[in-house]
């Protein structure tokens, strides 16, 4: 039996690459009253990067609930990409990574919302309409590593579209032919990111970017 919405429901997309999860989120989402009275239209599902950052272009959703971590593009990449392409739609993070580097990263972001999968959902339905009104919300376990967490540089969306290319074995010639850009632009970018995170070879560059949860080791394969 489906349910049904006012006009007036915010609507959703919700991108995991877990089909469990993905209808658990759903239900309550779409349960009058759970999360806000009217519930939240979910106009889409996605399994992958490349699904979640197409569904978003077409139903250009209020709110967009989004794994990290997932194939074809990770949720950082897709990130940058969503908010060119639907500037209004507020992101909000679902993550079993708890790197401090990937937490700060995220947080230099447009990204408006950060939970973990480990924790209770309640947490996430209960600070959803505060999101959905413009508001900002980090989960508590987040919030207890970042005070723990020395500084860790920010980079810009470029230089981590960049960092993913160069761990997935992508040459300057190949990163600049796939960003439309000239290959001594991607150098200039991977100096300074290098220079950033001061390391000073890309096994360095790795390593650092693995240990602050910077990158997915999906990325590898």
């Known amino acids: 039996m489906s349910t049904t919405h006012t006009p007036t429901s915010p609507t959703a997309v919700i991108a995991d690459d877990h089909h469990i999860v993905r209808q658990g989120l759903r239900i309550a989402l ?9 519930g939240i239209h979910v106009v889409a599902e996605a399994e992958n990067g490349l699904e979640a950052l197409a569904a978003v272009k077409q139903h250009q959703p209020d709110l967009l609930l989004l794994d990290i971590s997932m194939p074809l593009a990770g949720g950082a990449e897709v990130i940058l990409d969503i908010q ?41 339905y209960q600070n959803l309409p505060l999101i959905l009104q413009g508001g900002r919300y980090i989960a508590k376990s987040f919030e207890k590593i970042l005070q ?18 160069i761990v997935s074995g992508k040459t300057n010639k190949e990163i600049a032919q796939q960003l439309l850009i000239s290959p001594k632009t991607v150098d200039k970018h991977r100096t300074s990111l290098m ?9 360095e560059l790795l390593a650092y970017a693995f240990r602050e949860g910077l990158i997915d080791p999906d990325h590898l394969l």
């Not at 779409?30 to 009217?38: M, R």
């Not at 507020?90 to 580097?101: F, Q």
């Open 30 to 38: 779409e349960s009058k009253g759970l999360v806000i009275p009217s």
């Open 84 to 124: 060119r392409w639907s500037p209004n739609t507020r992101i909000v993070i679902l993550t079993g990574i708890h790197a401090p580097g990937l937490i700060v990263q995220l947080l230099g972001t447009e990204v408006v919302g950060i939970f973990s999968k480990g924790s209770d959902l309640q947490e996430l």
């Open 148 to 165: 723990a967490q020395h500084s860790t540089p920010i980079l810009t969306g470029r230089e981590q579209q960049i960092l993913n290319m």
């Open 195 to 203: 220079d950033k995170l001061d390391v000073h070879s890309v096994a």
